[in-house]
């Protein structure tokens, strides 16, 4: 079993910061590409910004800038901070990770419980 548990979502006014986290947990090998989506309300779940094991990283065109992916192998922890928020980020927010669970295993892609990040404004 895998699981990702998130926390650091809340309410904030248009240009303050959250910082997302995400620990992973469980029988775990390797843990490949982590990133976090989000899904606004009538919409459909968007990429937020994903990071590599290498720290190659990856973001939305609406959130380059504002927003930073960091990752931390040995705690298997993945963090999204996300700076001069706008009502627009309003969404709940998903943790996913690609994880093997045994050497050789397959690859299988998870997903936590999902955060929720409102912005006033």
């Known amino acids: 079993q895998v699981q990702l548990v998130e926390s650091g979502g809340g309410l904030v006014q248009a240009g303050g910061s959250l910082r997302l986290s995400c620990a992973a947990s469980g029988t775990i090998f390797s843990i490949n590409v982590m990133g976090w989506y989000r899904q606004a309300p009538g919409k459909q779940r968007e990429l937020v910004a994903t990071?590599?094991?290498?720290?190659?990283?990856n973001y939305a065109d609406s959130v380059k800038g504002r927003f930073t992916i960091s990752r931390d192998n040995a705690k298997k922890t993945v963090h999204l901070q996300m700076n001069s928020l706008e009502p627009e980020d309003t969404a709940v927010y998903y943790c996913n990770a690609g994880v093997r669970q045994w050497y050789a295993g397959r690859w299988y892609e998870y997903w936590g419980q999902g955060t929720q990040v409102t912005v006033s404004s």
């Open positions: 990071i590599t094991p290498g720290g190659d990283r």
